[in-house]
């Protein structure tokens, strides 16, 4: 192998300093700067060339092939479509080995992916559609799909539609591509906004590649030939965390959906040395009765973001991967998915911190004129990094107040200890995280206010062992003898108008909501009267 072309592998700990710029990421930097996120994802494909790159399920890609592949489906989508660069185009799949070639080959073509969640109902998706001006969406269905055939209908009809495998191509038809900015948007993220309406969260080429440097080397695997298990799904952002910075550093990426069966028997077939999930995957591992028999002695990497977790439930954890490193953290779609992470040697110790800032990145606790608080003191975090988004797309507003004097204003309430170690209290935003898909509540709550028996609502999180959280929509105001024939009404309600993920699993019904003085409602205190109503001694 061509030592020049490898990428040397940092000693340095998880979440450096606040602030630190260690000299291997200002390197590292100054070397891919310039470059595309497929460029530096790929930028060893020639050295490696036959090393396996892509597992899913039966089909393997090497290096060369991939890479080829991302070349050659660019080269198509150029030449099939006549869009002018930065153009959006929608993808909306599940994790397969299509995926993340159409993926990148959409960002090395010049245009912006825009990933969907596949959960989603056909009128959110084209909700996202409109909103980002797409001009093409790719898709993982046959085209006499009923939600295909429904989409096509509420999109514009500049909008053209295409299926992942009638786009694939896997030669080249010539050796490059165009030159595509480093600072140009790649991707957009939709992600809840204070309205209750998804906002489009926009990276570049070099936000992105920032990222990958930091987090693969804040979550413990920026290591050589490492197999990794991508089992999230790959439209959301924490691939970028988790997933997709495996094939800078040489390793194989394994791509398939979450099923507790399944990551054992894949684990075991692959002998995978780590991979990337929510708590309430490993929840239900540790539920599951194959956990006790099943071969996981290569695990050597387990990270889970989201949520902590109880420090009864790590320790099964471990014993289930008795030769992992845990590693737990934060962030969010703004911060390319990661902000701290908790090195592996503090997870038991410290157990329920989101850990120390990503190398090249500061945060601030601030109260609520954005003046630093001392530390062990709440306040929102703020936090300054080359992986912070651009902004929000077509909301300038909403952009200029998120990133308010050069810092990320995150939305979460949080303190730092002596040792510079970051704990989560509370989120400003009244964020949901079941199973770690986002849900805000002010979306579901427009929607059971649009129903003509509702008259006052608020959805909050209850807690939840196994998925997080859960949704609970509470109902005020209507006769009590109304409230039962309610409860499956407005869950239908909800279900015809939401992604299944997003529909209240709880109706509950109070005469009324605390509020403050000014008509808020008190969600922390309604929550804790939900709680007290479903306690078993109530």
Known sequence: MNEALVEPVAQVQPG????????????????????????????????????????????????????????????????????????????NGHNSDTYPIVYLAVMAAGWVAVPANPKLTVGELAYIAHDAGAGLYLHDRTPDDHDVQALAEMLSPMVALSSFGELLRREPTASDLAPVDADAPAVIFYTSGTTGQPKGVMHSHRTLVAGA????????????????????????????????????????????????????????????????????????????????????????????????????????????????????GMGQTESCGTLTVLPAELAHAKAGSTGRPLPGCELRIVDDADRDLPRGQTGEVLARSPSVMLGYFGRPDASAETLRGGWLHTGDLGYVDDEGLMYLVDRKKDMIIRGGENIYSVEIENVLLAHPRVLACAVVGLPDEVMGERVCAVIAGLPPEDAPQLVDLLKA???????AFKVPEHVLFLPELPQTATGKTQKAQLRQLVLQRMSPDA
């Open 493 to 499: 309600w909800c279900r015809a108008q939401l992604a």
């Open 16 to 91: 450096t300093a606040a602030g630190a710029w260690p000299a291997w990421f200002q390197a590292a930097l100054a070397r891919h700067g310039r470059s595309t996120y497929p460029q530096y994802l790929l930028h060893r494909s020639a050295v490696l060339a036959q090393r396996p790159a892509l597992i899913h399920r039966e089909t393997t890609w090497s290096y060369a092939g991939l890479s080829n592949a991302v070349l050659a489906t660019a080269q198509h989508l150029l030449a099939a479509y006549a869009l002018s660069p930065g153009s959006r185009v929608v993808l």
């Open 213 to 328: 440097l930091q987090a693969a080397h804040a979550w413990g695997y920026a290591q050589d030939g490492l197999v990794n298990l991508a089992i999230t799904p790959l439209f959301h952002v924490a691939a970028h965390s988790w997933a997709y910075p495996t094939w800078a550093h040489a390793g194989t990426l394994v791509v398939d959906s979450y099923g507790t069966e399944r990551l054992f028997d894949l684990v075991e077939r692959h002998a995978i040395d780590g991979f990337g999930c929510v708590p309430s995957m490993l929840m239900m591992l540790l539920r599951s009765e194959r956990g006790g028999r099943a071969v996981t002695t290569s695990v050597r990497n387990v990270r889970f973001g989201a949520s902590p977790m109880p420090p009864d439930r790590l320790r099964e954890v471990q014993a289930l991967f008795p030769n992992a490193k845990l590693y737990h």
